[in-house]
């Protein structure tokens, strides 16, 4: 009884949290209008939490059996009810909401969307082999394999840009060599070119200004041949300022061009000196020790999906069993896989959460307004749990076999060696494209830098 008041304690505690990053992050800079909002992103927070929090008291033993799978059971049907019904709903509410003309209709309307929605959702599933032929429609293992489908696709994705682009943010060896008389020669360009900008239109006001005390703007001849006297005296000054206009617009560009170029050097000569000190040094270690990782997952992926390969046994309890068969000792194998494998997958959880906290915030900021910050939440909530859906799809074979027995029995008859191979290929797609982009924005820098 104490572990269950202990279980709905931190639910309750997730949900603060979560209601907290809504207001302190997401809303700091807008008025929270709508409630239901705040309430679904910290309801769908808090369920996606517990189910990391299960996962770890399946490692741990706590609660009895049937209750984990209760537990289990109940917080993937909020949860699915959440992801399906709730937020597709309420975002197809809040875009008509912000359609002038739809305003009365706007319920009907949204039922529309979510019935649109709910198809393409249910069409998914049509092309994958996801799941066993004998599920009923409105089985759960229905909505659990599509969810995951587009959760797995969106780790994958994310995974496969972050192990190339952190080592390539992390590491000295991609910055450019940048000096302080590469700045100041910019510096001098961009004021030049800004004086240039100043005389040119200062050339255009007095153009105007003279025009004015003439009585070419408001008392412009009429009649045929004060049409013909306009032409034969003005049209010369009238190219010559739409010409200098022209030159002006081209020299706007290029200082906003050389503006930028500017901050970019100052920020490269900043992380130079960054990676000069202790901690600058350290992230230039992790740096090499995820490019190794990274070479690592994308030369596994290649393995798995060329030999259709997905390993039966978790990580650590065969890493540990090579070790302890290469050394020749006597090892408790269970043991150790069991307290090792916590340590992993809270590891993986707590990465997994501030992973993605950070990159919803980042979103959010770029793309969000105040009359679509409601739809933005709404898309984040709906991309947060499905995320953490996947994850435990994902982490299950991160687990000893004994403690997946609750977790594949809730999931269903899914087929979960499906599902690492999806990974394995879209995350060998995300990692083989941001080398190449990457590889082309490293190079395009100083050729950029050249040609300004």
């Given at each position: 009884?104490?572990?269950?008041s202990?279980s709905?304690?931190?639910?309750?505690?997730?949900?603060?949290?979560?209601?907290?990053?809504?207001?302190?992050?997401?809303?700091?800079?807008?008025?929270?209008?709508?409630?239901?909002?705040?309430?679904?992103?910290?309801?769908?927070?808090?369920?996606?939490?517990?189910?990391?929090?299960?996962?770890?008291?399946?490692?741990?033993?706590?609660?009895?059996?049937?209750?984990?799978?209760?537990?289990?059971?109940?917080?993937?049907c909020?949860?699915?009810?959440?992801?399906?019904f709730?937020?597709?709903?309420?975002?197809?509410?809040?875009?008509?909401?912000?359609?002038?003309?739809?305003?009365r209709?706007?319920?009907?309307?949204?039922?529309?969307?979510?019935?649109?929605?709910?198809?393409?959702?249910?069409?998914?599933?049509?092309?994958?082999?996801?799941?066993?032929?004998?599920?009923?429609?409105?089985?759960?293992?229905?909505?659990?394999?599509?969810?995951?489908?587009?959760?797995?696709?969106?780790?994958?994705?994310?995974?496969?840009?972050?192990?190339?682009?952190?080592?390539?943010?992390?590491?000295?060896?991609f910055?450019?060599?940048v000096t302080?008389?590469?700045?100041?020669?910019?510096?001098?360009?961009?004021l030049?070119?800004?004086d240039?900008?100043?005389?040119?239109?200062?050339?255009?006001a007095v153009?105007?200004?003279?025009?004015?005390?003439?009585?070419e703007?408001?008392?412009k001849?009429t009649?045929?041949?004060?049409?013909?006297?306009?032409?034969?005296?003005?049209?010369?000054?009238?190219?010559?300022?739409?010409?200098i206009?022209q030159?002006?617009?081209?020299?706007?560009?290029?200082?906003?061009q050389?503006?930028?170029?500017?901050?970019?050097l100052?920020?490269?000569?900043?992380?130079?000196?960054?990676?000069?000190t202790?901690?600058?040094?350290?992230?230039?270690?992790?740096?090499?020790?995820?490019?190794?990782?990274?070479?690592?997952?994308?030369?596994?992926?290649?393995?798995?999906?060329?030999?259709?390969?997905?390993?039966?046994?978790?990580?650590?309890?065969?890493?540990?069993e090579i070790?302890?068969?290469?050394?020749?000792?006597?090892?408790?194998?269970?043991?150790?896989?069991?307290?090792?494998?916590?340590?992993?997958?809270?590891?993986?959880?707590?990465?997994?959460?501030?992973?993605?906290?950070?990159?919803?915030?980042?979103f959010?900021?770029?793309?969000?307004?105040?009359?679509?910050?409601?739809?933005?939440?709404?898309?984040?909530?709906?991309?947060?749990g499905?995320?953490?859906?996947?994850?435990?799809?994902?982490?299950?074979?991160?687990?000893?076999?004994?403690?997946?027995?609750i977790?594949?029995?809730?999931?269903?008859?899914?087929?979960?060696?499906?599902?690492?191979?999806?990974?394995?290929?879209?995350?060998?797609?995300?990692?083989?494209?941001?080398i190449?982009f990457?590889?082309?924005?490293h190079?395009?820098?100083?050729?950029?830098?050249?040609?300004?």
């Amino acid at each position: 009884m104490q572990m269950l008041s202990a279980s709905s304690f931190l639910q309750v505690l997730f949900f603060g949290f979560g209601w907290l990053f809504f207001m302190r992050k997401l809303f700091k800079d807008y008025e929270v209008r709508q409630y239901v909002v705040q309430v679904i992103f910290s309801v769908t927070f808090a369920f996606s939490c517990t189910m990391f929090e299960l996962i770890i008291f399946e490692i741990l033993g706590v609660l009895n059996s049937s209750s984990r799978y209760f537990h289990w059971k109940l917080n993937l049907c909020v949860i699915l009810l959440i992801l399906v019904f709730m937020v597709p709903f309420y975002i197809g509410y809040f875009v008509v909401s912000n359609i002038r003309l739809l305003h009365r209709q706007k319920l009907l309307f949204a039922c529309v969307l979510w019935l649109t929605f709910m198809y393409f959702f249910w069409k998914l599933g049509d092309p994958f082999p996801i799941l066993s032929p004998k599920h009923g429609i409105l089985s759960i293992e229905q909505l659990i394999s599509r969810v995951g489908v587009i959760g797995v696709t969106l780790m994958a994705l994310l995974s496969g840009f972050g192990a190339v682009n952190c080592p390539y943010t992390y590491m000295s060896y991609f910055l450019r060599n940048v000096t302080d008389a590469d700045i100041l020669a910019l510096e001098r360009r961009l004021l030049q070119t800004m004086d240039m900008i100043v005389s040119k239109k200062k050339r255009i006001a007095v153009a105007h200004r003279t025009m004015f005390q003439r009585g070419e703007v408001h008392n412009k001849p009429t009649g045929f041949w004060g049409m013909i006297k306009s032409v034969t005296t003005s049209v010369a000054g009238s190219e010559n300022l739409s010409l200098i206009q022209q030159e002006v617009d081209a020299l706007e560009e290029l200082s906003r061009q050389l503006f930028l170029e500017t901050a970019d050097l100052h920020a490269t000569k900043e992380r130079i000196e960054y990676s000069k000190t202790f901690q600058g040094k350290y992230f230039n270690f992790l740096g090499y020790f995820f490019s190794i990782y990274c070479v690592w997952k994308i030369f596994m992926a290649t393995i798995n999906i060329v030999f259709d390969r997905v390993g039966k046994t978790d990580p650590v309890t065969r890493g540990i069993e090579i070790t302890v068969n290469y050394l020749g000792i006597q090892f408790d194998v269970k043991f150790w896989s069991q307290h090792i494998s916590f340590i992993l997958v809270g590891i993986i959880i707590v990465t997994s959460i501030r992973g993605l906290l950070i990159t919803l915030t980042k979103f959010f900021y770029a793309i969000s307004s105040s009359k679509s910050s409601n739809v933005i939440v709404l898309l984040l909530a709906q991309i947060m749990g499905m995320y953490f859906v996947s994850s435990v799809l994902l982490i299950r074979m991160s687990m000893p076999l004994e403690y997946r027995t609750i977790i594949t029995e809730v999931l269903g008859e899914l087929q979960f060696n499906f599902y690492h191979r999806w990974f394995d290929v879209i995350f060998l797609v995300s990692a083989l494209s941001s080398i190449l982009f990457l590889y082309l924005a490293h190079k395009q820098a100083p050729e950029k830098h050249m040609a300004l």
